[in-house]
């Protein structure tokens, strides 16, 4: 008879430390594997008894998913054994993996977002809410099941996405590439089989287009540094958190906002990008000093905000520092439009704008290994990608002589 275990692989670790969960089936001195799609770092995995520690905040969660995937696999083991026909290791973890066959696309989306509310990342959460939303509208509000999702129902969704949604193509992507997340993620946990798989090849191919990004000059920055407003109004604040965000490389809005005094030590600045969780050390400017010196009176403890729109919130509920860190990023954009008016920027100033600006400021001033770790990129590619953007004097070069006659 065939036997069933639950192991977590540690020699399939990945790079942030945990590895994945397993159903092992061996059968004839055969094994297979079967992903469960979690992942869990060793020290709460009890080898002896093949179960998530206590001291994991969602044991109780995993341990239950556990047993009901055990108790589905062996269920449909005694059904393949108690027939006359002798079948495989590869047979039973075929039939196994399609017992999954009746979670839908919905289904496997909303388990997504809960592991994202489960870890604090609502602006994720929120953003795939919203693009199944999208899905479920384009479908007539029926279930869908992924053998569904053939190149043309891809297709016609693109399309739906382009005319009846008003999408840019950027956007349009987007969607098509967390159906592509779910897809992935239903072919390892076995839900549907992959060569039904709708992407790639021949098949629906997704590209990201860069896009043309436009940083402010440095003229424009010093425009906005020159610019007075009365302390403590919403363009005040506006202004200065627009620019410390500038002074770091462009750090993310929201990290701005979540900065407290105890990150400050030393003159320089530590702090987790919310993004990827990265740890950041940086010298804080000259520039940005004065920015915090005029927040210092209102500080009412070291680990108080230095910035006041988080300073409400319930720092119990991270929902709610989500959703007043979303509403104030909103207000800045609507003052940053304001701003730009007063110093006639003749450009779209918002709060995504600072990063790139300070790319386009950059430009060939400061080697890419030194720019790749200001921006934190995994991937030096990545950084080169960014940086072609903004670095065009060899171009503008290249073009005068040709046309300098």
């Known amino acids: 008879m065939a036997s069933l275990k639950v192991l977590l692989r540690t020699n399939k670790q990945k790079k942030d430390g945990t590895s994945p969960l397993v159903l092992r089936i061996t059968h004839n001195r055969k094994s297979r594997y079967i992903y469960l799609g ?22 109780k969660r995993l341990n239950n998913l556990i047993l009901k995937k055990l108790s589905e696999a062996n269920d449909t083991v005694l059904e393949l054994e108690t027939k006359d026909d002798p079948v495989s290791v590869k047979q039973i973890k075929n039939k196994v993996k399609n017992s999954n066959a009746d979670i839908s696309f919905f ?12 870890k604090g990342t609502f602006s994720v ?9 999208n899905v479920e509208k384009f479908n007539g509000g029926k279930d869908l099941y992924f053998h ?20 840019k193509k ?15 993620r239903a072919i390892k946990e076995g839900i549907v089989d992959e060569k039904n798989y709708p992407f790639g090849g021949d098949n629906v191919s997704i590209k990201l287009s860069s896009g043309n990004k436009i940083g402010l000059t ?21 202004k200065n958190i627009w620019l410390f965000s500038f002074y770091f490389a462009g750090v993310r809005i929201s990290d701005v906002l979540s900065l407290r005094w105890s990150d400050i030590k030393n003159d320089r600045l530590y ?18 000093i004065e920015i915090l010196e005029a927040y210092k009176p209102d500080k009412q403890s070291k680990n108080d905000y230095v ?72 991937n030096l590619k990545t950084t080169i990608n960014y940086q072609a953007n903004f670095i065009n004097k060899e171009a503008d070069d290249a073009l005068d002589k040709v046309i300098d006659f």
């Not at 959460?125 to 939303?133: C, F, G, V």
């Not at 440095?218 to 506006?238: A, V």
């Open 271 to 288: 702090y987790e990008m919310s993004k990827n969780e990265k740890p950041v050390s940086l010298k804080i400017p000259d520039k940005a």
């Open 170 to 184: 950027r956007t349009a992507t987007n969607q098509l590439m967390l159906i592509r997340t779910l897809y992935n």
């Open 218 to 238: 440095e003229e424009e920055i010093r425009t906005i540094e020159e610019m007075e407003f009365e302390k403590d109004t919403s363009i005040w604040h506006t």
């Open 107 to 118: 289904d496997l989306g909303e388990k997504r977002i809960k592991e994202y509310e489960d």
């Open 307 to 378: 910035f006041p729109y988080l300073k409400e919130a319930d720092q119990d509920d991270e929902e709610d520092i989500f959703r007043k860190s979303r509403n104030a990023a909103r207000l800045f954009n609507k003052w940053l439009k304001r701003i730009a008016e007063q110093a006639e920027i003749d450009k779209n100033l918002s709060n995504h704008i600072s990063r790139h600006s300070f790319g386009n400021i950059a430009g060939e001033k400061i080697h890419p290994l030194m720019l790749q770790k200001l921006y934190r990129h995994s």
């Open 148 to 167: 569904e999702i053939t190149v043309s129902f891809l297709e016609r969704f693109k399309t739906y996405c382009l005319t009846e949604l008003k999408h």
């Open 38 to 59: 979690q992942y869990l770092e060793e020290k709460y995995w009890d080898f002896d008894n093949q179960r998530v520690k206590k001291s994991h905040p969602n044991s």
């Open 125 to 133: 959460a929120r953003a795939d809410q919203s693009i199944l939303n």
